[in-house]
């Protein structure tokens, strides 16, 4: 199970880019990368997905450096709505989508300040 | 196209009582799941479903039990509801790695 490794919380302010780390150093060569937002009284939602390299969406951008053994989330001029928990995630997708393998872990908790 | 629903929002229970909770989508998404997320926590995987007529265990099945009605439906019961399963449940289905959640189910046991 690849397990992954986030900061607890970052703060930042309105405007300014916003980057968090996750390492997962037992990542396996089958599994991708994944990151989700969660709202207070809301399921997660997803926002980006990468394997190698970068990935780049409206919402976001994903580093993924050579080794995979880490990755970075990358919001652009955060504003006060961006303030949620952010949860990176590996695992096999398989043909299917099954997942029972996926570990979410506690997040990292991102303020945003005026 | 209402993606993923759960019943009930909200449900107190007292200690030993049972209950059902309910999930469907409409997605025709092969894989679902069951998470539970108690304050402050990440989300824990209590049973899935990779496809219909499979079920398999996660992280926390203890005092669960999980039935895939149909392709749509997966239902997630608690036989004899103890306080520490005072939780929020979130069912999910997925395509390829992209999850979709419900609402969410916030569930008080006395």
């Known amino acids: 199970l690849a397990k992954t490794t986030q900061p607890i919380s970052m703060d930042s302010y309105e405007g300014q880019e916003v980057n968090i780390t996750c390492s997962h150093n037992?990542?396996?060569?089958?599994?991708?990368i994944t990151w989700y937002q969660q709202f207070p009284s809301q399921g997660p939602r997803f926002i980006i997905q990468?394997?190698?390299t970068k990935v780049t969406n409206e919402v976001a951008s994903l580093f993924i450096p050579a080794d995979r053994k880490s990755s970075t989330l990358s919001l652009p001029r955060v504003s006060l709505s961006d303030t949620a928990v952010y949860y990176c995630?590996?695992?096999?997708?398989?043909?299917?989508?099954?997942?029972?393998?996926?570990?979410f872990g506690k997040g990292t908790k991102l303020s945003v300040k005026p | 196209n209402a993606g993923v629903t759960q019943t009930p929002k909200f449900q107190v229970l007292k200690t030993g009582q049972s209950m059902t909770l309910q999930c469907a989508q409409d997605?025709?998404?092969?894989?679902m799941y069951w998470y539970r997320q108690d304050p402050g926590m990440g989300l824990r995987l209590i049973y899935y479903?990779?496809?219909?007529?499979?079920?398999d265990k996660g992280e926390v099945p203890n005092g669960y039990n999980v039935s895939r009605l149909n392709k749509r439906e997966f239902s997630l019961r608690l036989e004899s509801a103890a306080p520490s399963q005072t939780s929020v449940y979130f069912c999910?289905?997925?395509?390829?790695?992209?999850?979709?959640f419900g609402p969410g189910t916030r569930l008080t046991v006395l």
């Open positions: 479903s990779a496809s219909e007529g499979t079920t």
């Open positions: 990468g394997y190698k």
């Open positions: 995630l590996v695992g096999d997708t398989g043909y299917g989508g099954s997942q029972g393998n996926l570990i």
């Open positions: 037992n990542i396996a060569t089958n599994d991708y």
């Open positions: 999910a289905s997925t395509v390829r790695n992209e999850q979709f």
């Open positions: 997605m025709n998404h092969n894989s």
